[in-house]
Nanobody
Framework: QVQLAESGGGLVQAGGFLRLSCAAS????????MGWFRQAPGKEREFVAA????????YYAASVKGRFTLARDNAKNTMYLRINSLKPEDTAVYYC?????????????????WGQGTRVTISS
């Protein structure tokens, strides 16, 4: 079983930045793609960003491209999401996800493991 633990959320003013982390532990697959999703109050969980096992390929939702940067450190089994120029509409619970193949997907159904989420609240 794989455990994912997000951290780094909090209350931040608009225009600021945050760095979210996702640490994987347990029986991590030998090569697994990872991603971030977010769920705002009253809305569906939506894709934010994803990264291949090697880190060589990243994908971003159109709404966050240019402000979000995803990276991973496989030696530490950790993925990082930096969010710049925070906006009130970024307010959501951010979830980390992993899948047992090396190629990421934007579909939440394609992920096998999920973290508990970290809450991000942006004040205007």
């Amino acid at each position: 079983q794989v455990q994912l633990a997000e951290s780094g959320g909090g209350l931040v003013q608009a225009g600021g930045f945050l760095r979210l982390s996702c640490a994987a532990s347990g029986s991590t697959p030998s090569s697994h793609a990872m991603g971030w999703f977010r769920q705002a109050p009253g809305k569906e969980r939506e894709f934010v960003a994803a990264i291949s096992w090697s880190g060589g390929r990243t994908y971003y939702a159109a709404s966050v491209k240019g402000r979000f940067t995803l990276a991973r450190d496989n030696a530490k089994n950790t993925m990082y999401l930096r969010i710049n120029s925070l906006k009130p509409e970024d307010t959501a619970v951010y979830y980390c996800a992993a899948r047992v193949v090396s190629v990421p997907t934007q579909s939440k159904e394609g992920y096998n493991y999920w973290g508990q989420g970290t809450r991000v609240t942006i004040s205007s």
